[in-house]
T-cell receptor, first 111, second 109 residues
Framework: KAGVTQTPRYLIKTRGQQVTLSCSPI?????VSWYQQTPGQGLQFLFE???????NKGNFPGRFSGRQFSNSRSEMNVSTLELGDSALYLC??????????FGPGTRLTVL | GEDVEQSLFLSVREGDSSVINCTYT??????LYWYKQEPGAGLQLLTY?????DMKQDQRLTVLLNKKDKHLSLRIADTQTGDSAIYFC?????????FGQGTELSVKP
């Protein structure tokens, strides 16, 4: 079974721009979670979607948003990019309980 | 709030056992997890333990859970150079995982 896939793998943007990242979960998984990983803050939870509904949200500003489609694929969007948004963005999918399987991540660099 | 603490570095010789420790504050976690991250990669789920278990063994990996002290450990037997990576423990509920800072394991030949 294919794992979690994320596109693109690498992205370079400039301050003020917006960006959309995509995540395809493992087939049959309906829950998708997003995390941000930075050297300073470590791994931080952004939000979780299940059946197209956001069920849980971390402590991030409203510039960070997401959505989930009927096929369980998910996107996250960051508007008005800041230098501090440079990070590895990880997506994880889950079938049951809290056990999450992660994708390879999207490395975002904001210049 | 919820917090997970890990030591930052561990260095061992190839063939030795490695023990990575973790403490957590949140008792509501149903499961506790260990993930491995290699350079430039995502997180690989290594193993997990149900919160009402004390120990779980999975090939070279042994997880010990002390609920009273809120202490979790991961033992890797016969550590190999390919085990060099960052190891994260994580707990949480409702699919919101809280991660430790990660322990960088260095395995010397």
């Amino acid at each position: 079974k294919a794992g979690v896939t994320q596109t693109p793998r690498y992205l370079i943007k400039t301050r003020g721009q917006q960006v959309t990242l995509s995540c395809s979960p493992i087939s049959g998984h309906r829950s998708v979670s997003w995390y941000q990983q930075t050297p300073g803050q470590g791994l931080q939870f952004l939000f979780e979607y299940f059946s197209e509904t956001q069920r849980n949200k971390g402590n991030f500003p409203g510039r960070f948003s997401g959505r989930q489609f009927s096929n369980s694929r998910s996107e996250m969007n960051v508007s008005t990019l800041e230098l501090g948004d440079s990070a590895l963005y990880l997506c994880a999918s889950s079938l049951f309980a809290d056990t999450q399987y992660f994708g390879p991540g999207t490395r975002l660099t904001v210049l | 709030g919820e917090d997970v603490e890990q030591s930052l570095f561990l260095s061992v010789r190839e063939g030795d056992s490695s023990v990575i420790n973790c403490t957590y504050t949140d008792s509501s976690s149903t499961y506790l997890y260990w993930y491995k991250q290699e350079p430039g990669a995502g997180l690989q789920l290594l193993t997990y333990i149900f919160s009402n278990m004390d120990m779980k063994q999975d090939q070279r990996l042994t997880v010990l859970l002390n609920k009273k002290d809120k202490h979790l450990s991961l033992r890797i037997a016969d550590t190999q150079t390919g085990d060099s990576a960052i190891y994260f423990c994580a707990g949480g509920a409702r699919r919101k995982l809280i991660f430790g800072q990660g322990t960088e394991l260095s395995v010397k030949p």
